[in-house]
């Protein structure tokens, strides 16, 4: 069974693990770790209670009415199984709790199965932000989600 956490000092390094795993420029454990008390932070992850590894990752950084979602990431051996999306579909809930009615993203511009998950949940493409990532340098696809 999956189960769905909010950050906290007991999944955080699992966290940081997957962002080590997933990203050139992951966030470090003291980088996630200053967003467990950051109010306008709502980061969250799932883990297997089978094996008790963290498998999922995905936080939001909330300004008034807009979310910046960030830190999507699944580990390897367990996508395509909607994980990323049932996530996200939590995020969005607990976003909405808090008065969130707009969320956005960044993703590189040729990260295709990225591109197609938030598509698939309902995100249009808005632009490019050229240069935006480094390490290696490329094009961000930008992406929001209005809803009421
Ligand atoms: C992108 C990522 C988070 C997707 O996680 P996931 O749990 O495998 O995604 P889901 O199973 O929830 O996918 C939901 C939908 O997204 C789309 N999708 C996801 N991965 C895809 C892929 N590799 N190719 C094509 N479509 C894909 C599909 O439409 C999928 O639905 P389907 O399986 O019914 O066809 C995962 O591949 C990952 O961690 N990648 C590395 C980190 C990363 O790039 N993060 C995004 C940074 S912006």
Redesign the pocket.
Known sequence: MFVYEKMNEDNVSGMALLEKE??TDGWSLESLKEEINNPDALYMCVRDDENGRII?SAGMIISFETADIMN???DKE?????????LLLKLFEEGRKKGVTEFT????QG????R??YE?LGFSYAGTRPGFYSNPKEDAAIYWLKSN
């Open positions: 997933n990203f999922a999507v990431s699944v367990y996508r395509r199984r909607n994980i990323a999306r049932n993203l960044e993703v590189r990260n295709d199965a990225a197609k998950l698939k």
